[in-house]
């Protein structure tokens, strides 16, 4: 299966279903009266964990989702039908960002998590809304709120306990084969690895821990040599990092060298990842002249470095009861499951449209009155039909819209503008 660790989506959910303008039309009531009931919500667009998927490959043939609008408000007063919301399916580690300002809105790790990535839109009321006392027949209905849309970048990090890092063919990869049922790709070439490889690693009964592969990291992996910048993020997920050394000097390297650049590009990527616990192994000791390495790089470590052989074994269940004994001292990265069937649901802030919070501000040729409820209230009604225009008028008095024009110095003529529409103020 491919490795697939970005995407870039577009989200957009559903409108709500307009309200609906009907009278009654009864044998014994002449006069009827308004009976149109609102319109349906629309759908929302959810990102959902699903522990069965690993990649984003499947983003890379659809990209756009949008959810269903809610049906309209029909006489009777009968609501219009909601709905359903939309359900994307992402991998665990998928970090969700807005495309536009790269700013992180979610990182989804559990399958309990959900991010409501874009709001239905609210269904519009219908004319049975608006009949009070004295507005005994409205002939005016509400369209429904436009859902919210968005362009999102998905980024993937692999869950893991344990990164191994280092050199391109250091062993990593063979010794992930050795701990555990992977089989990843093996070959006496560089960049073997094109993508994380993970092994869950048995060490006794009840005892386990997730493995990552890491793509081999050459001088400059931090700025986008090699693969190096592609994968490092997938290690900072991990709780401890194996780094594993070639200590055979049969490439052409001092392993010395190597442990030092590694751990330099590991920096210089993030501070985050120099400071995480790590465990230093020398491998290929089988091969002649690996021990004299080893002891050199011992030296350069100044801790102990575990030795072993991927290709013999040797050294390798000691290397894995380390590694098991080490996380127990660590925090675990992932916190607790929520406790029964509880869904946390992540939401993503939005300003304010509440009707009373806007603005009065003066330019050169009028008095502009802004407010994100405001305008999109105004969207949601036909300001041409007489019948609206009274209505909202008696709704401008009634937040203070009107009020807040007087305190801003408007007199008689003087023209106000809100969104896209103008009208010349009379007291």
């Known amino acids: 299966m491919q490795f697939v660790d970005r995407a870039r ?123 009070t006392a004295t507005r005994r027949a ?82 400059g992996a931090h700025a986008g040599v090699g693969l190096g910048h592609d994968f490092l993020r997938h290690v900072e997920r991990t709780r401890l990092l194996v780094h594993i050394v070639d200590c055979s000097g049969m490439e052409g390297r001092d392993p010395v060298d190597d442990y030092r650049q590694v751990r330099e590009e590991l920096a210089l990527f993030s501070r985050n990842l120099a400071e995480r616990p790590f465990i230093v192994v020398g491998n290929k000791l089988d091969i002649p002249g690996a021990e004299e390495n080893l002891q050199r790089l011992e ?3 100044g801790q102990d470095v575990v030795g072993i052989s991927a290709a013999t074994g040797q050294g390798v269940k000691e290397l894995v009861y380390r590694i098991w004994r080490t996380l127990q001292q660590l925090p675990s990265p992932v916190q607790e499951e929520p406790a029964g069937d509880e869904v946390e649901v992540i939401q993503i802030p939005r300003s304010s449209r509440r009707l009373s919070d806007f603005t009065v501000r003066r330019e050169e040729d009028a008095f502009v009155v802004e407010g994100e409820g405001l305008e999109l209230l105004m969207e949601r009604h036909d300001l041409e039909n007489p019948d609206t225009l009274r209505w909202w008028l008696v709704l401008l008095e009634d937040i203070g819209v009107i009020e807040a024009l007087r305190n801003a110095g408007i007199k008689d003529g003087d023209t106000v503008r809100i969104a896209e529409w103008e009208f010349e103020y009379l007291s």
């Open 299 to 301: 030296e350069a470590v």
């Open 9 to 131: 989506i577009y989200v957009s959910a559903g409108a709500g279903g307009d309200g609906c303008v009907s009278f009654r039309r009864e044998k014994y009531e002449p006069a009827g009266g308004p009976d149109g009931g609102r319109g349906g919500d629309g759908g929302s667009v959810f990102l959902e964990v699903d522990p069965a998927m690993s990649t984003l490959l499947d983003f890379r043939y659809k990209n756009q989702y949008k959810a269903e609008r809610g049906g309209h408000g029909q006489g009777g007063n009968r609501e219009g039908k909601s709905a359903p919301d939309l359900v994307i399916k992402v991998p665990p580690g998928t970090v969700v960002k807005d495309d536009e300002t790269g700013e992180v809105l979610a990182d989804l790790v559990r399958p309990s998590q959900r991010l409501l990535a874009a709001r239905g839109g609210k269904g519009g009321r219908g004319n049975a809304a608006f009949a």
């Open 138 to 219: 409205p002939s005016f209905a509400e369209k429904g709120e436009p859902g919210e849309a968005r362009w999102l970048r998905l980024e993937l990090k692999v869950i893991a306990d344990v990164g191994l890092v280092g050199y391109p063919n250091a062993g990593k990869s063979t010794l992930l084969s050795v701990i555990s049922a992977a089989k990843p790709k093996i070959a006496p070439y560089p960049f073997t690895t094109l993508s994380p490889n993970l092994g869950v690693v048995k060490v006794e009964t009840g005892k386990s821990f997730v493995v990552a592969d890491i793509p081999g990291l050459i001088e």
